[in-house]
T-cell receptor, first 116, second 114 residues
Framework: DTEVTQTPKHLVMGMTNKKSLKCEQH?????MYWYKQKAKKPPELMFV???????INESVPSRFSPECPNSSLLNLHLHALQPEDSALYLC???????????????FGPGTRLTVL | GENVEQHPSTLSVQEGDSAVIKCTYS??????FPWYKQELGKRPQLIID?????GEKKDQRIAVTLNKTAKHFSLHITETQPEDSAVYFC?????????????FGQGTTLQVKP
């Protein structure tokens, strides 16, 4: 399996709802990422997990809560979002290892989130 | 802070012509430079990348060049086809030992007219 998968593809939620986005990869990658992407803009890094530990939080509001239950899974829990949080949420993964040169990131298809 | 500037923001060419997109990075410690293609409604897909120990890399109709001294890198697409129409993002990374943080350019919308 050489793909990153994401569910759901589309999500519409109200500002009081709680929902979760899911990302999965079976390539043995040990680094996983969440990005937010607005239309015609580059992906904007939110979180990085390395060996299932959170290594980067790009000052993301606490209404976004990441979780990495195991090396293949990455979740993003959403609560009390705002309409401006509507965007495409992309997951990515890459190989990892101390002393290893940086390796390419593989992106999932994304979840199109609409907050009403 | 780290920054990648990308030009042009839009590019329109006739089918069969060449297209060139240029990026400049600010952090001299950057050592990995990928290019992503993103079609409308799809995921970004890596099309080519280059590391700082190489000056040029080619894969069929696409090539990337890197000038470390000037901190420039460029994407060259020859014999463009309508299916090359997409948004292209360059990125730079320091390839550190613990994270692969990519700094993206703002993107170039390429339109190839048949």
């Amino acid at each position: 399996d050489t793909e990153v998968t994401q569910t759901p593809k589309h999500l519409v939620m109200g500002m009081t709802n709680k929902k979760s986005l899911k990302c999965e990869q079976h390539m043995g990658h040990r680094a996983m990422y969440w990005y937010k992407q607005k239309a015609k803009k580059p992906p904007e890094l939110m979180f990085v997990y390395s060996y299932e530990k959170l290594s980067i939080n790009e000052s993301v509001p606490s209404r976004f809560s990441p979780e990495c239950p195991n090396s293949s899974l990455l979740n993003l829990h959403l609560h009390a979002l705002q309409p401006e949080d509507s965007a495409l949420y992309l997951c990515a993964s890459s190989q990892e290892g101390s002393g290893r040169a940086y390796n390419e990131q593989f992106f999932g298809p994304g979840t199109r989130l609409t907050v009403l | 802070g780290e920054n990648v500037e990308q030009h042009p923001s839009t590019l329109s060419v006739q089918e069969g012509d060449s297209a060139v997109i240029k990026c400049t990075y600010s952090d001299s410690a950057s050592n990995y430079f990928p290019w992503y293609k993103q079609e409308l409604g799809k995921r970004p897909q890596l099309i080519i990348d280059i590391r700082s120990n190489v000056g040029e890399k080619k894969d069929q109709r696409i090539a990337v060049t890197l000038n470390k001294t000037a901190k420039h890198f460029s994407l060259h697409i020859t014999e463009t086809q309508p299916e090359d129409s997409a948004v292209y993002f360059c990125a730079a990374s320091k390839g550190s030992s613990n994270t692969g943080k990519l700094i993206f350019g703002q993107g170039t919308t390429l339109q190839v007219k048949p």
